[in-house]
């Protein structure tokens, strides 16, 4: 059964501070991986999306990675905001759920001004 | 604007009771797919459908229910079955079941029991 798993489970940083946040996954058999956003009570917006073959995808200040073979991927985020505050969720493709999604548990980031 | 809606923002159960969260998505997707989310937990699979008329179970049905009679619409309903049913409830949906397609969320329904 695939297992996902996201270190921290939870950040404080003060604006401007570039960080990482890692997630590893079990099962390197995923068709892709994702990284979510999400805010207090409300849904998940997709931030990135990085295929098998792909290594890594980058969105404005986002950069993510991913290494199959060691069942890791890894958010960088640069110059941190106020605004990136929220939790983010890693998940993997379920190939064989109609390619449902695994998600991890989430890392809550608080960037303080 | 193209996207999903779930509704209600908030629904308040009684024991014994029924209820039926409503998803919506004019995105034109086949794929669609119930989450549940508990506080400090990640995302759960509840049921998901590939194509009208099928669906199929996730890693937590026992207690829930759903159909899938248009393409747009895909409703779960909570039976009384369900004896803890308190939580966030996402609904999503992707194009096709291929690889590089993203799922897309709506805003979420908190089921509370009363």
């Known amino acids: 059964k695939q297992e996902v798993t996201q270190i921290p489970a939870a950040l404080s940083v003060p604006e401007g501070e570039n960080l990482v946040l890692n997630c590893s996954f079990t099962?390197?058999?995923?068709?892709?991986l994702q990284w979510f956003r999400q805010d207090p009570g409300k849904g998940l917006t997709s931030l990135l999306l990085?295929?098998?073959?792909?290594r890594e995808q980058t969105s404005g200040r986002l950069n993510a990675s991913l290494d199959k073979s060691s069942g890791r991927s890894t958010l960088y985020i640069a110059a941190s905001q106020p605004g990136d505050s929220a939790t983010y969720l890693c998940a993997v493709n379920r190939p064989n759920s109609g390619y449902a999604l695994n998600f991890g548990k989430g890392t809550s980031l608080l960037v303080t001004p | 604007d193209g996207g999903i809606t779930q509704s209600p923002k908030y629904l308040f159960r009684k024991e014994g009771q029924n209820v039926t969260l409503s998803c919506e998505q004019n995105?034109?997707?086949?794929?669609m797919y119930w989450y549940r989310q508990d506080p400090g937990q990640g995302l759960r699979l509840i049921y998901y459908?590939?194509?009208?008329?099928?669906?199929q179970k996730g890693d937590i049905a026992e207690g829930y229910s759903v159909s899938r009679e248009k393409k747009e619409s895909f409703p779960l309903t909570v039976t009384s079955a369900q004896k803890n049913p308190t939580a966030f409830y996402l609904c999503?949906?992707?194009?096709?079941?291929?690889?590089?397609?993203?799922?897309?969320f709506g805003p979420g329904t908190r089921l509370l029991v009363l």
């Open positions: 995105l034109n997707h086949d794929a």
């Open positions: 990085i295929q098998s073959s792909q």
């Open positions: 459908s590939q194509i009208v008329n099928d669906f």
């Open positions: 099962d390197s058999a995923i068709y892709n």
């Open positions: 999503a949906s992707s194009a096709t079941l291929r690889d590089q397609e993203t799922q897309y």
